[in-house]
C-alpha cells in the first residue's frame, strides 16, 4: 500500500472519529486528501478531453484540448494551434489556464451548467461568455 493511502485512510478515520477536533488539519493531510480526490469539469466528468468553445458576443470558435497530464492547447476553427498551456481545474466552477509565454498569468474561467442545461464559461476579467461542449473524452 503506498504512504499517500496510508495517510488517506489515516485522515478518513481520524475525521470520523473525531481526533481533528483541537484545530485545523496540518496542510500536509489536506494536500493528501485534496490529490486524492478527483476534480470534475462542471458537467460532472473528469477535465481531460477535447471540447468546443463557441463565444456567445460573436460566434468564435475555438477546440479546447485538456490533456491528462496537465497540458492543454487551444486551436481556431481551422484546427490550427494558437495557444498552449497548463491547466488546472480548482473546482467544478473553475478552470485555470495559464499560457506558456513568461508574461502569461493565470486566468481562471468560471464555469456552470445552467438550468437551461448549457454549460457556460466566463472570462473574470471581460466577462465575455462561451459555450461549452465536450467532444471527446
Known sequence: MS?????S???AVCVLGGCAEDGPLDEAAEQVVEDAMPMLSADGNPPPGRYKAI?????TLIFEELRPDGTYVLSNAGGVP???GRWTQRSPEALCLRAD???ADE???V???GEDGVWRSTHPQTRAV???ERISE
Not at 3 to 7: D, F, T
Open 3 to 7: 504512504i499517500k493511502r496510508v495517510i
Open 9 to 11: 485512510a489515516t485522515f
Open 55 to 59: 463565444s456567445e458576443d460573436d460566434g
Open 82 to 84: 494558437i495557444e498552449e
Open 101 to 103: 509565454r513568461e508574461t
Open 107 to 109: 486566468i481562471c474561467y
Open 111 to 113: 464555469e456552470q451548467v
Open 130 to 132: 462561451s459555450r461549452i
